[in-house]
């Protein structure tokens, strides 16, 4: 084996593993995954519940299934996978420091790929009231607890959100006998598509919409939570837990401490339609690019992303040169991705831009560039809805252009 490493990916997610498997079908020689916690898969290892691998395998899996199949396959094809390595510092051209079991290590890759995904938002950011008790988790830590530590944190937790993961939170915690007493939401619908608002009420937790968390009770560990309704009442829910569940923003602390350029709007790294970072050593895949898609999706980026990857090293993607830039210019829209799109001749890129808005949003959506409307189109979206825009409406414009994205209401 060569001692040059062609491509490094941080984190070893399913956008990880897809990029790694497809690069060396690519006949890219040495692509190394590297992962933080002592065993690969990302975030599907502790989602101990279906539905996994409908698109790669076209199999029903559960979360760790689904992680296994993906590791076991890298392994086979010669993807290298160092778990229990922490990528402490990213630098420019591509030089990463490594915090191992055995020390500090240095790689020089040719490329590097982030596919370090999302977390869930802490407390600590969430402004909550009240002591600071033992009990009070994301759903990420809840199903590490079950699913890996076969341990139960609490017995009676209240939920906090409606996301789709709140969701997974119910049956992670039906999974291991805990019996939610409550699952709130301050705003007045459930966040996660119909008819997932439903499952609360047939297994029996009672859904409290336009309700917000005011603070955790409770010194040693948590004993209630205050709730304040939309009329202004307060009132306690006894409970021995809380979960904070979604919220969800891009791991990009490492690139943070960097030197890449961090998109104000998605929170990950700014890219172009290759995945291309501000350093072009660097490439971003998966969730760690906007909050937050599933792992099918996730996957399917990475693979995309390995054929740009490995284009590049092949020298037959055009470099960095005039760039049109995307923002979101309207609080309705929450995000769009990629933010900027490379005007170069070269290999096909993303074939669509990613946008997400925050709230119900009828009317239209207007790319605008200073005065000029350059096209619009109908938009009738919800915040848990994916809207895809052909990349080719941007790139008509041909020139450099900052394009913004606006919406004009109904
Ligand atoms: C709690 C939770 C539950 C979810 N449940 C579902 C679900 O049921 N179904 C679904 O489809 N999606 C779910 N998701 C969405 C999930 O993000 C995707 O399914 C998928 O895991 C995204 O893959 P990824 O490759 O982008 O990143 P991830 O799977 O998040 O993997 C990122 C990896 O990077 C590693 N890492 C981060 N920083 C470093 C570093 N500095 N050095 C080394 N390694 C690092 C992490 O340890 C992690 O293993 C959930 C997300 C969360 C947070």
């Not at 502790?46 to 076991?72: D, M, N, S």
């Not at 304040?228 to 829910?237: E, K, L, P, Q, S």
């Not at 309207?330 to 831009?353: C, E, F, N, T, W």
């Amino acid at each position: 084996m060569t001692d040059q490493i062609d491509v490094a990916i941080i984190g070893s997610g399913p956008s990880s593993l897809s990029a790694a498997i497809e690069l060396k079908a690519l006949g890219i020689a040495r692509v190394v995954v590297l992962e933080r916690d002592p065993e690969a898969g990302g975030i599907p290892r502790h989602c101990g519940h279906p539905p996994f691998g409908i698109r790669e395998f076209k199999r029903v899996l559960t979360g760790p299934q689904y992680a296994r199949k993906l590791v076991a396959t890298a392994r086979l094809v010669g993807v290298e996978i160092r778990t229990s390595t922490t990528v402490v510092e990213a630098r420019p051209d591509g030089k990463l420091l490594l915090a191992t079991k055995d020390g500090v290590a240095e790689i020089a890759p040719r490329r590097v790929i982030y596919a370090t995904g999302v977390r869930e938002t802490p407390r600590s950011c969430r402004f909550i009231t009240g002591p600071r008790p033992l009990g009070v988790v994301n759903t990420g830590a809840l199903q590490s607890t079950v699913y890996l530590q076969d341990r139960t944190p609490f017995e009676r937790p209240v939920i906090i959100g409606t996301e789709l993961v709140s969701f997974s939170a119910i049956m992670t915690c039906r999974h291991a006998g805990i019996k939610p007493v409550a699952m709130i939401e301050a705003n007045e619908g459930v966040t996660a598509r119909w008819p997932t608002g439903l499952f609360p009420r047939i297994v029996g937790v009672p859904l409290h919409l336009g309700t917000r968390l005011s603070a955790i009770l409770g010194n040693r560990s948590v004993t209630g939570v205050e709730v304040v309704d939309r009329a202004g009442n307060h009132r306690v829910i006894n409970c021995d837990g809380v979960i904070l569940s979604g919220q969800f923003t891009p791991e990009v602390a490492l690139a943070r401490c960097g030197h890449l350029a961090v998109d104000a709007a998605t929170k990950g790294p700014v890219v172009d339609q290759y995945g291309r970072c501000s350093d072009p050593c660097y490439f971003a895949t998966g969730n760690v690019l906007r909050p937050v898609e599933t792992a099918g999706w996730s996957w399917n980026e990475g693979r995309q992303t390995a054929r740009w990857v490995a284009a590049d090293l092949a020298g037959d993607l055009a470099p960095v040169g005039a760039e049109i830039e995307v923002v979101a210019a309207d609080p309705v829209i929450r995000y769009v991705v990629p933010q900027r799109l490379s005007l170069a001749a070269g290999s096909a890129g993303m074939k669509h831009l990613q946008l997400r808005v925050t709230r119900r949003a009828k009317g239209t959506l207007v790319a605008m560039c200073g005065d000029q409307t350059l096209w619009k189109m109908p938009l009738n979206a919800r915040p848990e809805r994916r809207i895809l825009v052909p990349v080719g409406k941007f790139t008509a414009a041909g020139k450099p252009v900052k394009i913004e994205l606006k919406f004009i209401a109904e």
